[in-house]
C-alpha cells in the first residue's frame, strides 16, 4: 500500500510526498512530530502535519536565513537562533570563525533528540555539541529569553515554524519590541515569514511592526520547493546596517566557504521584490 504525506497549505491548495518508510512519530507536549524518508525530498521534518525541511532543499533556507544577515553586519560576535531544531542555522553561522558565541534556544527538546537521529545532515552541531565551545542549547522559551535579555546579541535568527502553536508569539509587535532591546545597537534581527503569495495579511503585518521597531526593516526572498508556492520570504530588521548597501555589504562574503545556494549575486537579488509584493510591503508602511 503507498504511503503519502500532505500539507494543506491554504484551503484550497496541498502538497503531497510519496513516503518510502516512515522513521518517527511522536506527540509531543507542543506539537506532532514526524520524520519521512520521501522519494522527492528525502528525509523530511513535518509539525503538526506542516513540512519544516527535507535533505532535499535545507541548504536554501539555513543559507539564506544565517549568511544575509551575518554579512550585512560587520562584525558578528554573539549570536542567537530561537527555535531552529533540525539545527541547521546552527549549522551555518558556526562556520564563521569570527563568531564567538552561537546560542540556540528551541522550546521542544523531541525534536532536537529525533532531528539528530533521523536528520544528521542537518544536525551536526546538534550531534558534536561537546566539540564545539562557542556552541550553546538551550531548550526553553526563545520569547521568555529575549524578554530577559538587553544589549547583549548582535544578531538574532528567529528560525520558527508558522505562526500557530508553539510559534504563534514570535510574530508579535510585543516580541519584536523585546528583540530590539535584547541586540547590541548594532544588532541584526531576521525571521522567516512565509509565502508573498498566500500570507500577504501576515507579512504586511510583521513588516509593519518590524518597520516600527527598527530603523531599516527589509524583505528578502529564496526560492524554496517544499514551502508554499516555492518562493520564501524573510523580514530582516537592523538598527544601524542599511540591508541594501550592497557595495559595503559584498565585499565582506566569503567566498571560500563554498554555499550551495548562496552567493554574492543571491544577497543582492533577493532583495529585488516583484512589483505586487512592493505595493504590498508599500501599503503596510502607511
Not at 509539525?47 to 536554501?60: A, C, I, R
Not at 528551541?106 to 564545539?132: H, P, T
Not at 529575549?146 to 544589549?151: D, G, Q, R, S
Not at 500577504?200 to 518590524?210: F, G, I, P, S
Request: glycine share 6%; with cysteine.
Amino acid at each position: 500500500m503507498e504511503l503519502w504525506i500532505q500539507e494543506n497549505q491554504t484551503e484550497n491548495l496541498a502538497l503531497k510526498a510519496r513516503v518510502k518508510e516512515t522513521l518517527f512519530t511522536k506527540k509531543s507536549i507542543y506539537q506532532e512530530i514526524g520524520i519521512f524518508d520521501t522519494e522527492e525530498f528525502g528525509r523530511m521534518l513535518v509539525l503538526d502535519g506542516v513540512f519544516q525541511t527535507s535533505e532535499f532543499e535545507e541548504f536554501v533556507y539555513h543559507e539564506m536565513i544565517v549568511h544575509v544577515p551575518f554579512y550585512t553586519h560587520k562584525n558578528p560576535e554573539r549570536v542567537l537562533i530561537i527555535g531552529g531544531g533540525d539545527g541547521g542555522s546552527a549549522r551555518e553561522a558556526l562556520r564563521h570563525k569570527d563568531v564567538k558565541e552561537v546560542r540556540m534556544v528551541e522550546i521542544d527538546g523531541d525534536v532536537v533528540e529525533a532531528c539528530k537521529k533521523y536528520l544528521k545532515q542537518n544536525s551536526i552541531q546538534l550531534i558534536e555539541e561537546d566539540k564545539e565551545p562557542r556552541f550553546t542549547l538551550e531548550i526553553g522559551d526563545g520569547i521568555k529569553h529575549v524578554e530577559e535579555t538587553e544589549n547583549y546579541y548582535d544578531i538574532i535568527i528567529v528560525d520558527c515554524s508558522d505562526p500557530i502553536g508553539p510559534g504563534e508569539g514570535l510574530f508579535t509587535k510585543k516580541f519584536y519590541q523585546n528583540v530590539l532591546r535584547a541586540l547590541r545597537e548594532d544588532g541584526i534581527f531576521v525571521q522567516q515569514t512565509e509565502s508573498p503569495f498566500y500570507h500577504q495579511e501576515l507579512l504586511k503585518r510583521v513588516y509593519k511592526d518590524v518597520s516600527t521597531s527598527f530603523n531599516y526593516a527589509n524583505v528578502f526572498l529564496a526560492n524554496i520547493p517544499i514551502y508554499p508556492g516555492g518562493l520564501h520570504t524573510f523580514t530582516i530588521g537592523s538598527k544601524k546596517y542599511d540591508p541594501l548597501k550592497f557595495e559595503e555589504i559584498l565585499p565582506r562574503v566569503k567566498e571560500d566557504l563554498k554555499y550551495q545556494y548562496y552567493n554574492k549575486d543571491i544577497h543582492k537579488a533577493a532583495f529585488a521584490l516583484p512589483q505586487f509584493f512592493k505595493e504590498i510591503l508599500d501599503s503596510a508602511a502607511k
